[in-house]
């Protein structure tokens, strides 16, 4: 058809042929993505692992890449930050009969896993899904078919955000970048709140340290107040026991010189009286 001496081809002949090629091309990779490691496009051996993106990986090449963030499309991996960013799956091996048959047919024993639930096998025609809590693997049909709010598998509870649907179209990932991200905005607002939470306990701590501090100094002026209570009324004592009890005539320790000034001594109150008008009661 064309090229053989003056016909030109039609446009929509070239196009035909290049959408068919794109096409198979698109196939290759779609089943590619479902045999090897997206980091090391090795054959994907367990332990599999995903991110929350929802591409296949082998665990050892996610931990060499994360070692040396070093990757020939180390662009697509930014999103894995650590191990705790990926999910260890449980994956369903194929029964051995059915990969004994499809050596025989195909040539080539391609696809290893199937749903644990309806059967069919992982080999990029059907859509597949793993639980976050889990890292069960089973394919959508079994989720449609089997309404459930438990995984399908092992029964652990999980939510929808929890299901993370394997390479999956361009909108599908569109999708699991938007949930990824408000996933991790919600955990970095609970570790900002906790931590607001943490500082104000600590606040507290130190107003209540203040308070204390205030109740103590109130507590020792008021014990340095009531001894001084004390120690006056006992001044006081003393001294009126000093003026009440205390006279110079009783006094051993007075010589009889020093006692004879006073008008309690014998000599003053023989003393002979002065005239009234020089009377002076202090010399009498
Ligand atoms: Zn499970």
Redesign the pocket.
């Known amino acids: 058809m064309g090229c053989d001496g003056g016909t030109i081809p039609r446009r929509d002949e070239l196009v035909r042929i290049k959408k068919k090629k794109e096409a198979k091309d698109k196939e290759a990779e779609m089943a590619a993505k479902w045999k090897y490691c997206a980091i090391s496009s090795k054959d994907l051996q367990p332990p599999i692992v995903s991110c929350e993106l929802g591409r296949l990986y082998n665990k050892d090449a996610v931990i060499e890449y994360l070692l040396n963030k070093e990757a020939p499309n180390s662009s697509l991996l930014s999103h894995i930050r650590n191990l705790k960013d990926l999910v260890t799956l449980?994956l369903t091996p194929k029964p051995k009969d059915d990969q004994n048959k499809s050596t025989e047919s195909n040539g080539a024993n391609e696809y290893k896993y199937v749903c644990p639930i309806v059967g069919l096998e992982m080999n990029g025609n059907y859509k597949f899904m793993y639980?976050r809590?889990?890292?069960?693997v089973?394919s959508e049909r079994a989720i449609k078919e089997v309404k459930s709010q438990?995984?399908?598998?092992?029964?652990?509870p999980?939510i929808e955000d929890d299901l993370i649907v394997l390479n999956g179209d361009d909108d599908e990932i569109e999708d699991l970048k938007n949930r990824m991200t408000i996933r991790r905005n919600k955990v970095k607002e609970e570790k900002k709140r906790k931590r607001t939470i943490n500082n104000e306990d600590s606040t507290n701590g130190k107003a209540k340290m203040a308070k204390s501090d205030e109740h103590s100094v109130a507590g020792t002026s008021t014990d340095t107040t009531t001894t001084t209570v004390v120690k006056t009324s006992s001044l006081s004592v003393l001294s009126e026991k000093a003026s009440k009890k205390y006279s110079v005539k009783k006094d051993p320790n007075a010589t009889e010189a020093y006692k004879s000034l006073f008008t309690s001594h014998d000599s003053a109150k023989n003393r002979p009286k002065a005239h009234w008008v020089t009377f002076n009661p202090c010399y009498n």
Not at 133 to 136: A, I, K
Request: charged share 15%.
């Open positions: 449980r639980f809590q889990c890292g069960c089973v438990v995984c399908l598998s092992c029964n652990k999980f």
